[in-house]
């Protein structure tokens, strides 16, 4: 089993930047991808930003050149960096973790994201 905490939700205005972050802990298999995903107002659940284990990144083509995904594997932790946040990126953001070892998908709990001014 894996556990996702994540945190930095909350309310910015328009243009304005957020840091989310999510941590791992429990059986963790070292090849695993982390990913933020998140459900907007009416809409489906959609992939935001993925990394994998040894780097390597993609993201949704409405956030590319605002939003930065990383990860510190030390600490089982996975960012996304949004900047010129825009009204339209309020939602429900969630952690996922995917471990390749098991081919389990993990979630977290979700946190807020409002953009208003």
């Known amino acids: 089993q894996v556990q996702l905490l994540e945190s930095g939700g909350g309310l910015v205005q328009p243009g304005g930047s957020l840091r989310l972050s999510c941590a791992a802990s429990?059986?963790?298999?070292?090849?695993?991808?982390m990913s933020w995903y998140r459900r907007r107002p009416g809409k489906e659940r959609e992939l935001v930003a993925g990394?994998?284990?040894?780097?390597?990144?993609n993201s949704a083509n409405s956030v590319k050149g605002r939003f930065t995904i990383s990860r510190d594997n030390a600490k089982n932790t996975v960012y996304l960096q949004m900047n010129s946040l825009k009204p339209e990126d309020t939602a429900v953001y969630y952690c996922?973790?995917?471990?390749?070892?098991?081919?389990?998908?993990?979630w977290g709990q979700g946190t807020q994201v409002t953009v208003s001014s």
């Open positions: 996922n973790f995917f471990d390749y070892g098991a081919r389990q998908n993990y």
């Open positions: 990394i994998t284990s040894d780097g390597r990144t």
């Open positions: 429990g059986n963790i298999f070292s090849i695993n991808t």
